[in-house]
Structures are given as structure tokens and as C-alpha cells.
């Protein structure tokens, strides 16, 4: 069975499957709790989250429990990134809460209430954005709850509510009063909750800033944490898809009979994105699959490799492209240059390849579907379902559970295979449970890519040193357009996802171009951890540390000049040089090198340190410095910088995907190798006293690293390696 000892099922909700929000089922709601306080955040739009008549799992997000638990229902995916408890340390912060009283539930799918603030009327997470967006509305929650806790006992006790101290869930009067929460609970429910709250003094935090031990923990280490791979439901099948080899390609005609033979194949099914083998188990229906014989029709597929597709961008860079940024005359500048840095560079495709592979359980009920999976985009997953199965998204629950990484992948604007799952659930007749399975092999050879990329960066100096004119040429396929983020990503046809990082460049560069050319073609492109900082960050920082070389000055301090007007850059600069030893000698065939990037309004600068030696490349240590605002949870922000740089490190040293006449040559670890332990450098992460609003970290560890190494290994050999995957064999001598 399905164990989820912290994360409890989400509930359907009322009768039409839609919560309630007003008073009268508030407090209904707050009865069927068995005296419970359920705490709905002020919202901005002044909507309210209230708890459901009869309905256990409140719309809510904040519960305290007769039992004295606090629980935080949580609306964004876990994919080990520590939302859950980051999240929580928020509300425990400002109930005056004991860390060990803290529970989570994931919330159910309801963009009404638990939307991403930061999305729009969308329920998911992405973008680095959770805590960011939750850090008011989870404090003013936490606020509130404990402001109806303080009086309750003020009414009881009949004291002035000023006069009671919170701390470490207890209440306390000067007369020698005390109450846990638990027992003030059902007398707190039954208060209005205040129209306004007073938030702690950032000074008065003891949870935020500190440590704490992470919720998910214990559930992952003994196996019972709910993933939706463990799913199993009264009748469930498996399923798995056999695709088209080529993106574009169609079924033409299929041969089934030697897969229906096959022990414990149940059902067979034709669907939009290729044929569904349904089956009692994995295996079996992995077995069912190999024996199916598919005719495809490849008449619209994606036929070119990948060199003839890069070929095609570089001829595209010569032609006039769409302008995403101008600052002065660039081409001006560069006519009068002193010197002048021309580079290329170019950025394969590469794959998500989460530890988890893809897959969720679709269950059939009376009145609509289930869906159980690690559900990172609620809201399109829930319409997307609903609309193949003839349904309202109301009729579509769903049951999150944690997740074994994504990078991006789970969050995909078609909802690719929770679509799959309601294509095969409705031509078998919604029969059964259909827990849709891919194989790594099948989503690294027929899923969603970062993109690849060329870049073409013309940029001069003057006879002073200074930057005298940069012209920026970006070609890649957008992630935005065609899809239904188009309306607010796109701009006269610019997705600002593939020019971020450089036509917003935060280095003091009078004159400026950036353009940009949206490459046609058939590969399905999403976004990947950081998104375009990952190629825009490692371009924009080798051209500017080239650029200090040619200047004969040093690549701290020509960066520091350039942000002299930025002081959250300039800081984190700063630091990374002092806590590396930048500047200090390094024996012969080492070397050291930097970078500097703003993503996800988290700034984050790099040193790497780099052995080249026979040929070989081994990082030795990096270096980060980290300014993402209040930390909420230090040891996460620095546990996210450190898996960022073991995350990037296999695309710096060797992770591609190529096509071969269309299709992906790569299919499982063997061939998109991850990082290994042994090439793990030791890591040093660095956070920025602050008291800014908290910003993202999943993603900003990842833009600088690259660049950092690349420059470390000009540094250590005197020579330039461009591209990724770096490719020492092109060094003239190592």
C-alpha cells in the first residue's frame, strides 16, 4: 500500500469538489477537526482558505490540533529540495512553535487558494520562487493563528492579551497561567480571525537562520515516504508507452499479436503519442512492449542531427535577428575599440534525467478521477486531465506525493504524461487504475530538453581597458512560444527565457546589443534547472574574464568595477574572493576561476579550482558565496548550492544529448553519465547576512559553475575552451 505517514492524501473537497470560503464553513469545517484552528493566509486579493464541511484535509494553511500538532499544508512540490521544511520554519516562526509540534500535508489541487503568487491564478512550483513567494503569506498565517491562540487564553483566563507570552508552543501568564495549544485549539477556532497582524521582529527569529531538522528526513531514510512510484491501488495496471523514434513521428499501423500473448498483458491501446501496452505489472508490460511490431509514419517528424541543426543556427547568427536589448551604439563602440574578444560558443541539448523516472497512478472513481503523483504543475495537470476524459477540473483530485527530482521536467505546459495516463485510462474504458510508468530510456529518448543553444559575442575595449561596445547573438529553439505561456513570456516575439542573464546584463556596459533567433524545429524544448542562465551565465562570464586578460587586469577586479553600481553583486564578489584565497599562488597545472551571476533574484558568485593534467580535467574545490536574502534554512541553501554543483558538474565535464538522423543516441546512465562521487569536488557555500526578503536556491547554483571551471582552466593552461561539454582534446597542449 500506498505509505504516507507525514504527507496525508489530499480530500475531494465538498460535494461539487470546490471549497466553501465563508464563515459558516469555517466553522463546520473546524468542528469536524474535532476542535482543531484552522488558519486560512490573507490573501492578496483578501480571499480567505477555509476549512470544508465534513472534510478533513482543510483548504487551509495552517492546523492546530487538539493533539498540540501544528501542521502547514503545503502547495508546492517536494522534489528534495526542502520546501516542505522551509515552508514549515516559516509558520513555526511566527506561532512561537516547538520545532518537534511542526507537521506538513501537501495541500489539495485548488488554485484558488493555494496558487503560486508568483504564476498567477496557477497552482505549481518552479522558478525558484516557493519560498520567495510564501515567505508574507505563510508568516501572516503563522501570525494569526498564534493572535487567536493569545486570545483564547486572554478570554479564559482574563488577562489582557499583552500580557501573555508565547514560546516553543506554550502560553504563559505572569499569574503562573500556562496552556499548550492543543488544549487552547477548539476555544480559538470559535474566534474571528483578526483583519491584521503584527509579524516578529526579524531580530526575535530563533527558527529562521537557524537549524533545524529537515521534516522529510526521516520518512526517506526508512522507505516510508509516499512517492508516487510506490502507488497501489484496487486493481491497478501498468502502462507504459512505446513512442515514436523521431519527434513528430505517428503510428501507422501496429502488429499486437505476439504482445498480447505475452503473460499478463491485459489490453493493448492506440493514443495520440504512440501505443499504450497495458499490463498486470512493470515487467510484463515492458515485455509486451519489446514483442509489439509499430509502423511509423515519420512524414512530419524531426529528421537532422544534431550538426546539421547547429549548422543551421550558426548560418541563422549571420542574418539580422530580433532585438532583446540595446544600450548605446554597440556598433559604434566596437569600431573604435582598442582590442577585440570575438568567441562562439555552443550548448548541446540535455536531458532532466531525474532519479525518479516519470510516472503516477490515474484511479477512476464514481464522480470523476484521482490523480497521485508528484504533481508540480496542479493546476494544468488537473484541466489537462479533465478535459480528456470529459470531465470538470473539479472532478480531478489530486493526491500529491513526494518526488525523486525533476529539474524542470515534472512541469511540463502540456502536462505531457499526465495526459498519456488520461489518453490510456479512457480508451480502456476506465476500468482500472492505470499507473503510467517511463523507463529512463523512454524520457531521454522521447521527453523534453534544454535546449540547445549558439551564441556569437563580439566585444571590445578601449585603450584604457575599459568595455567599449559588446554585440550579443543568441540562437535556440524558445521554450515559451507555442505554449500556453506564451501571452506573458514573449514579448515582439522575444522569450525572455532564452536571452535572461544577457540582454539584462547587471555589468555596467555602456553600449549594448543583444538579439536573438528562434530556430525552428522539431525537438520538444522545456526548461532545465536555471533555465537560460545556463548557457547565458557561462557565455557572459567567459567573455568577461576574457576581457579582463586582454586588459591585463585582474577578473575580480575588473568585475567589481564593472558592478560598482550594484552592491548585492559587488557582495557576494567580494566574498567568494576572500573565502577562496583569490589571488594566492597555485602550483603548475592548477588553476582558479570566477564568476558572478544574478538568476531567480538570488546572487550567487563562484570560485572554482581545476587540475589539468594528461589530458584530464578534476575539479578540486568550489567556492560559492550566496546572497538569496533572509535564509530561512541555512543547512538547505547550502545542501541545494552543494547538489547544484554535482547536479552541473557531468554537463561541464561530458552530458550531451545528440541526434543521429532524428533520434536521441543517448538512453540511460551509461551514456548521460551523472556525476560520480569520485569526481565531487570538495564544496564551501557561503551565505550573505541579510534582510532582504528570502529569494530562490534550487536553481542559482547552477549559471556560475561552468564559466568558474572554464576559467579556471584557462588559468591552468593559458588556453580557452568555450563550448560545453568542455573538451580538453582541443587544448594544443595540456
Known amino acids: 500500500m500506498f505509505a504516507q505517514p507525514i504527507v496525508a492524501p489530499a480530500a475531494s473537497g465538498t460535494a461539487d469538489g470546490l471549497a466553501r470560503p465563508n464563515r459558516r464553513s469555517f466553522l463546520k469545517g473546524a468542528g469536524a477537526l474535532g476542535g482543531a484552528l484552522v488558519i486560512a493566509a490573507h490573501l492578496p486579493l483578501a480571499r480567505r482558505a477555509m476549512a470544508a464541511a465534513g472534510d478533513l484535509t482543510p483548504n487551509a494553511f495552517v492546523r492546530v490540533a487538539p493533539d498540540d500538532t501544528v501542521t502547514v499544508l503545503i502547495k508546492h512540490c517536494e522534489m528534495g529540495q526542502g520546501v516542505t521544511t522551509g515552508l514549515t520554519t516559516i509558520v513555526a516562526e511566527e506561532i512561537d512553535a516547538d520545532w518537534g509540534q511542526m ?8 488554485a484558488r487558494i493555494y496558487n503560486n503568487l508568483s504564476f498567477g491564478p496557477i497552482q505549481g512550483t518552479g522558478g525558484s520562487t516557493s519560498i520567495a513567494n510564501s515567505w508574507d503569506q505563510l508568516r501572516k498565517a503563522g501570525a494569526t493563528a498564534r493572535a487567536m491562540l493569545v486570545q483564547a487564553a486572554a478570554a479564559e483566563w482574563q488577562v489582557p492579551a499583552g500580557e501573555i507570552t508565547v514560546e516553543k508552543g506554550v502560553l504563559r501568564h505572569a499569574s503562573g497561567k500556562s496552556a499548550r495549544f492543543g488544549e487552547l485549539a477548539a476555544k480559538a477556532a470559535a474566534l474571528t480571525p483578526p483583519a491584521e497582524v503584527t509579524l516578529k521582529d526579524p531580530k526575535a527569529f530563533t527558527l529562521v537562520g537557524g537549524h533545524v531538522p529537515r521534516l522529510d528526513t526521516p520518512a526517506k531514510i526508512t522507505g516510508k515516504a509516499g512517492f508516487s512510484i510506490d502507488v497501489r491501488r484496487p486493481g491497478q495496471v501498468t502502462a507504459l508507452v512505446a513512442h515514436p523514434p523521431r519527434f513528430g513521428g505517428a503510428v501507422k499501423s501496429v502488429d499486437a499479436a505476439a504482445a498480447k500473448q505475452v503473460p499478463g498483458v491485459v489490453d493493448i491501446v492506440t493514443i495520440p503519442t504512440g501505443v499504450a501496452v497495458v499490463a498486470k505489472d512493470t515487467w510484463s508490460a515492458m515485455q509486451g512492449r519489446e514483442a509489439l511490431k509499430v509502423e511509423w509514419d515519420f512524414g512530419q517528424a524531426e529528421g537532422r542531427s544534431t550538426d546539421a541543426l547547429m549548422a543551421d543556427y550558426k548560418a541563422m547568427a549571420q542574418t539580422p535577428g530580433l532585438t532583446a536589448a540595446k544600450r548605446g551604439d554597440a556598433a559604434a563602440a566596437l569600431q573604435k575599440a582598442a582590442k577585440l574578444v570575438e568567441a562562439e560558443f555552443e550548448f548541446p541539448y540535455l536531458a532532466h534525467a531525474p532519479m525518479e523516472p516519470l510516472n503516477g497512478v490515474l484511479e477512476p472513481t464514481a464522480d470523476g478521477a484521482i490523480w497521485w503523483a508528484g504533481s508540480q504543475f496542479q493546476t494544468i495537470e488537473q484541466a489537462t486531465i479533465a478535459a480528456i476524459l470529459g470531465l470538470k477540473p473539479e472532478q480531478v483530485t489530486i493526491n500529491s506525493a513526494y518526488t525523486g527530482g525533476s529539474f524542470g521536467r515534472r512541469a511540463t505546459p502540456t502536462a505531457d504524461y499526465a495526459a498519456e495516463a488520461a489518453m490510456i485510462l479512457k480508451a480502456t474504458g476506465m476500468k482500472a487504475p492505470i499507473h503510467l510508468m517511463r523507463t529512463r530510456e523512454d524520457d531521454m529518448r522521447a521527453g523534453y530538453y534544454r535546449p540547445m543553444v549558439y551564441h556569437k559575442v563580439r566585444a571590445g ?37 532564452s536571452v535572461e542573464g544577457a540582454s539584462d546584463t547587471h555589468y555596467a556596459v555602456p553600449d549594448l546589443t543583444a538579439t536573438v533567433h528562434n530556430a525552428k524545429e522539431g525537438v520538444p524544448v522545456l526548461w532545465w534547472r536555471s533555465v537560460g542562465h545556463t548557457h547565458t551565465a557561462h557565455a557572459m562570464e567567459t567573455v568577461i574574464d576574457e576581457l579582463a586578460h586582454a586588459a591585463g587586469q585582474d577578473p575580480v577586479a575588473f568585475r567589481l568595477a564593472l558592478l560598482r553600481d550594484q552592491p548585492r553583486h559587488a557582495g557576494v564578489l567580494s566574498l567568494v574572493a576572500e573565502k577562496a584565497g583569490w589571488g594566492q599562488p597555485l602550483p603548475a597545472g592548477k588553476g582558479r576561476g570566477v564568476a558572478v551571476h544574478k538568476s531567480f533574484e538570488t546572487y550567487v558568485a563562484t570560485v572554482a579550482e581545476v587540475s589539468v593534467e594528461g589530458g584530464a580535467l578534476k575539479v578540486d574545490r568550489v567556492v560559492a558565496a550566496v546572497d538569496c536574502g533572509i535564509a530561512v534554512n541555512p543547512d538547505v541553501i547550502r545542501a541545494q548550492v552543494e547538489g547544484s554543483v554535482g547536479f552541473a558538474l557531468s554537463v561541464v565535464l561530458r ?51 561552468a564559466p568558474a571551471i572554464g576559467n579556471a582552466v584557462f588559468a591552468a593552461t593559458g588556453q580557452r575552451l568555450r563550448s560545453l561539454p568542455l573538451d580538453l582534446s582541443k587544448l594544443t597542449s595540456t
Open 655 to 705: 552530458n550531451r544529448i545528440t541526434l543521429q538522423d532524428g533520434e536521441v543516441e543517448q538512453a540511460n546512465f551509461d551514456t548521460y553519465e551523472p556525476t560520480r562521487m569520485s569526481e565531487m569536488p570538495k564544496v564551501e557555500v557561503h551565505i550573505v547576512p541579510s534582510a532582504e526578503p528570502p529569494t530562490g536556491i534550487g536553481e542559482p547554483g547552477v549559471p556560475g559553475l
Open 103 to 110: 507537521r506538513f500535508e501537501f495541500a489539495p489541487a485548488d
Open 461 to 497: 575595449l578601449d585603450a584604457d581597458g575599459k568595455i567599449s561596445g559588446w554585440e550579443h547573438v543568441i540562437v535556440g529553439k524558445s521554450i515559451m512560444i507555442g505554449t500556453s505561456f506564451e501571452a506573458f513570456a514573449v514579448k515582439d516575439g522575444i522569450d525572455a527565457t
